[in-house]
């Protein structure tokens, strides 16, 4: 590849490498000695990969019977340089045809759940993701290709996690205690995910102007998350043919669970669920609806 011409602009170097190692490139001039780091490690490829590429330079002997010198030399041969310094396109497209992946991915989201949990969309930075995991910002260019990317792979991952956490119909054989075990249950959710909710209510990320695939996930979320609360909320108070009234009870729960969220993010573990409240006034409201929950109430 070219040379990059900003020096001051390591990030965008790195972007810049994983793109063209991509569409397979094998290096890249520099113009500056801090340069060559960002791109020694955009283009030194996996372990696995030089060993796959050195087992199909190899494939011809064995197929004969017997072990011949490879048809290529390695590339140390060729250059003096060590053979790591690039990836071959075989182990390229090898890996690529066979969906490989390098193991830092899981890591890498696991980092930019925590720093975009804590400081939002906007707060959280390639190099600061980069520093949290351990990974290169090459390594991450390569496998989200930018920070909206990241954003999404995070949100996706979060909105998952919650919804396959959230609890089926609530049981019980009054609307006391159908309350009580959806409430026990989405409080347990809360608890478990702490992460992923404050991720899926930034309020940040809007004002940045994040990918439109990332706002488009937040709204499969919510979607997903009042469908959840009306179909719940629907079978503790026998709303089958009411669905206006669980969908105006499950808009205050979640706003309720929202607000909490938020609160959390300020205020940390000691901010928990207001279940007692949130079941008093679940009730107030059903009542003023004319649903029969005296009996709940006392």
């Excluded at 969220?261 to 409240?277: K, N």
Aim: hydrophobic share 45%; aromatic share 6%.
């Amino acid at each position: 590849m070219s040379v990059y011409a900003n020096v001051a602009d390591t990030d965008g170097l790195a972007a810049s490498c994983a793109l063209g190692r991509r569409l397979g490139f094998l290096g890249r001039a520099a113009i500056h000695p801090r340069q060559l780091p960002v791109i020694a490690e955009a283009f030194r490829p996996a372990e696995r990969d030089v060993a796959r590429a050195e087992e199909l330079l190899a494939a011809p002997g064995r197929v004969r019977g017997r072990a011949q010198e490879p048809a290529h030399p390695p590339a140390s041969r060729l250059t003096g340089c060590p053979a790591t310094v690039g990836p071959t396109l075989d182990a390229m497209h090898d890996a690529a045809l066979h969906g490989a992946e390098v193991p830092s991915r899981d890591v890498i989201l696991d980092a930019a759940t925590a720093l975009m949990a804590r400081l939002g969309y906007a707060g959280t930075s390639i190099s600061k993701i980069s520093a949290a995991s351990g990974s290169p910002a090459s390594s991450i260019y390569w496998h989200f290709g930018n920070k909206d990317g990241i954003y999404l792979a995070v949100l996706r991952r979060a909105r998952h996690n919650l919804v396959d956490s959230l609890p089926g119909p609530p049981s019980g054989e009054t609307v006391g205690e159908r309350l009580t075990a959806f409430l026990d249950g989405a409080n347990a959710a809360f608890e478990r995910h702490p992460h992923d909710l404050r991720l899926l209510l930034d309020l940040g990320m809007l004002e940045k102007g994040a990918g439109v695939a990332a706002i488009a996930e937040l709204g499969e979320y919510r979607l997903a998350l009042r469908q959840w609360a009306v179909d719940s909320l629907g079978h503790v108070f026998g709303l089958v043919d009411r669905p206006a009234v669980a969908d105006e009870l499950a808009r205050f729960m979640l706003s309720v669970v929202g607000g909490t969220a938020i609160a959390r993010w300020f205020d940390g573990p000691v901010t928990s669920l207001p279940v007692p409240q949130l079941r008093v006034a679940l009730l107030a409201l059903a009542r003023q609806h004319g649903l029969p929950v005296d009996e709940a109430l006392s």
